[in-house]
C-alpha cells in the first residue's frame, strides 16, 4: 500500500504562484508515474500533469507553459509548481500515483487551491 499526503494548497489572487508537494510513503519503492488530477466544483475530475520515474511527462494542454511538475525519486516526493495561475484554476488537486503495470493506482485526500481576487 502507499499513502499520499498533499500539502501547499491555498487562495492566491489571478497571476500569483503556488507550489504542491505530495510526499508518498508506504510501498513507494513500486511507484512508476506520480503526478496530479484536480477536480472543481461541478466538473468532472482531469488530469493536471504526470511524470514517470524516467523523467517523461503528460501535461493537459490548458496548464502547459504555467505549470511545471517535478519529482525526487529518492524522496518518494512529487511537485507542482503553478504560475500565473487563474481563476479557472480553481480546484481540489489531487496527488496520484500507480505502479508500472498499472495495476494499483493511489490518491491523496486533496488539497484547495482558489484562485481569487
Known amino acids: 500500500q502507499v499513502q499520499l499526503v498533499e500539502s501547499g494548497g491555498g487562495l492566491v489572487q489571478p497571476g500569483g504562484s503556488l507550489r504542491l508537494s505530495c510526499a508518498a510513503s508506504g510501498s513507494a519503492f513500486s511507484i512508476y508515474t506520480m503526478g496530479w488530477y484536480r477536480q472543481a466544483p461541478g466538473k468532472q475530475r482531469e488530469l493536471v500533469a504526470t511524470?514517470?520515474?524516467?523523467?517523461?511527462?503528460v501535461y493537459t494542454d490548458s496548464v502547459k507553459g504555467r505549470f511545471t511538475i517535478s519529482r525526487d525519486n529518492a524522496k518518494s516526493m512529487v511537485y507542482l509548481q503553478m504560475d500565473s495561475l487563474k481563476p479557472e484554476d480553481t480546484a481540489v488537486y489531487y496527488c496520484y500515483a500507480d505502479n508500472y503495470f498499472k495495476t494499483q493506482n493511489y490518491w491523496g485526500e486533496g488539497t484547495l487551491v482558489t484562485v481569487s481576487s
Open positions: 511524470m514517470t520515474s524516467g523523467g517523461g511527462t
